[in-house]
């Protein structure tokens, strides 16, 4: 079956750097798009980044832009979010997301907590 599964999560400093994974497995990876978004204390969840199946089309949320970078390696069916210069507003629990004929499939999601 469909699963993808998060990982790199962790505590950081502000203006440090994670590099969160995302493996995947069940179906053919290289043929979808895959997304990342995150869901901070009290929030809804939001679209952080998208990857095009090929990999040749990415977009950001605005205040991501330039600090976080989506990634994927087809032959590891796996997609990497680097995130630097982080911010106390990154703290989010952040999750991987794959449309597939109209079904959202998520992981259970990776915790990351920007703090001094």
């Known amino acids: 079956q469909v699963q993808v599964v998060e990982s790199g999560g962790g505590l950081v400093q502000p203006g440090g750097s994670l590099r969160l994974s995302c493996a995947a497995s069940g179906f053919t990876f290289s043929n979808y798009a895959v997304r990342w978004y995150r869901q901070a204390p009290g929030k809804g969840r939001e679209p952080v980044a998208y990857?095009?199946?090929?990999?040749?089309?990415?977009n950001y949320a605005k205040d991501v832009k330039g600090r976080f970078t989506i990634s994927r390696d087809n032959a590891k069916n796996t997609v990497y979010l680097q995130m630097n210069s982080l911010k106390f507003e990154d703290t989010a629990v952040y999750y991987c997301?794959?449309?597939?004929?109209?079904?959202?499939?998520w992981g259970q999601g990776t915790q990351v907590t920007v703090s001094s």
């Open positions: 997301n794959v449309m597939i004929r109209g079904h959202d499939f």
């Open positions: 990857m095009s199946s090929m990999g040749d089309v990415t």
